[in-house]
């Protein structure tokens, strides 16, 4: 199959050797499991459970809320030991609203009906299987995917795109995923093909996984599925990155993959929403990898969904050497941690300690406008230019050129000579037009709220003259009416 040429990217060292001949182990369940109620894109999850209660593996301990965001379930069995706010895997070190489950050991599922022939299910059955198992998008979206399936089918999606690029450096989870369990993502593929209708559908892996390229094409034999080796670069793991690569399509500006008729998942969401619909089993783990320089023992870890990180770095030997920087993620678009103490949610697809070798240098000097920051921007963006103009206060003119199309994949940072952290410029603007638009509303809101105190108020004024007109007109009747009667006796 011919490729199309792709706009930017970058060749980062891809260290990927430290993890990617180990096969998956799973982790030993940890006493106690801090699962958040917020891990998708969305509205957070309603909590259904009271402390004290005993609850099974797989038993539905948050609701979804609203159109888009997806429920929440129990990873082991065991007793709710607390709900309340824990420590989220975020630079603030700010924390969200969590359920803490104290494992019993027994770890008992909760009784689930398996589907014989899943592909006799209607396409909502499948839909609505993905959205109760409380599926998002495990390549680091978190979209919920039965939003994404049902909103597909609306639209008439005729392209179904499984990436299996997986370009982050060091992260091995997907690639030990389909050279382990071909079959299952195949067969979740083709339950998303009919689910959405699509008439074409291709998985994309970079060319640097030949077991997984090998092992995918085999048991995609005699199918619908279009097993194609894609370049390995960075940030092919970006979804217009791999239709562009696949099919020579844009996305437009501000749109939707689905405004050109195309849908992208991730390999191991196509694995969970296997287990969904035929099994069905909820999302309550996920695969990923724990690597870096200061891992004593990297590997790529079956992983209960609430587990801290502290637990993965424990079970993988500890560390060799004190860690320069623990990620969550990779480190490209990775979150920096300053504790292990936070859980992996259901969009971990890695945790990292790096050397400060690693890391390297990151003493910023002054720009030499050189343009490689251009030259690597995938989305066509001028970095420079964006920098410039946030660092003189004017957001608004980087918002018009295109701040806002800004992916944050870090290319224009990674190719810099002077080390200018562009990325953290862009991240920073963005968080105070976030900040912008929230005080509008705010405004607005209180604009609102003013209002209707004023038209409350008149509405009382107006109503108390009414009624005092009405008691007027009342007295005066009465008054008419005795006089009436006076003149009548008279």
Known sequence: MNLFKLRGGVHPQGRKELAEKHAIRQLPMPERLFVPLQQHVGAPAQPLVRVGDQVLKGQLIGA??????????APTSGRIAAIGDFSAAHP????????????????????TRSVDDPFALSPEEIANAVGAAGIVGLGGATFPSAVKLSLSRKNNVHTLIINGGECEPYITCDDRLMQERAAEIIEGVRLIRYAVGATRVMVGIEDNKPVALREMQAAAAGTEVKIVAVPAMYPMGWDKQMIRALTGCEVPADGRTADIGMLVHNVATAFAVRDAVRFGRPLVSRVLTVSGGAIATPANLQVPIGALVEDLFSFCGGFSQKPARMVLGGPMMGVELFTAAVPVVKGTSGVLALTQQEIGSTQAAPCIRCSNCVRACPVGLLPLELAAHIRSGDSGAAVSRGLKDCIACGCCSFVCPSHIPLVHYFNFAKGELMEQERGKLKQSATKILAEERLARIER??????????????????KKRAEQMSKMEVA
Do not use: Y
């Open 64 to 73: 979804g809320q609203g159109f888009i965001s997806a429920p929440v379930h």
């Open 92 to 111: 603030s070190g700010l924390s969200s609203p969590t359920v803490t489950i104290e494992a019993d050991g027994l770890d008992n599922w909760l009784p």
């Open 460 to 477: 009382i004024e107006r109503e108390r003259l009414e009624a005092a007109a009405k008691r007027k007109a009342a007295r005066e009747a």
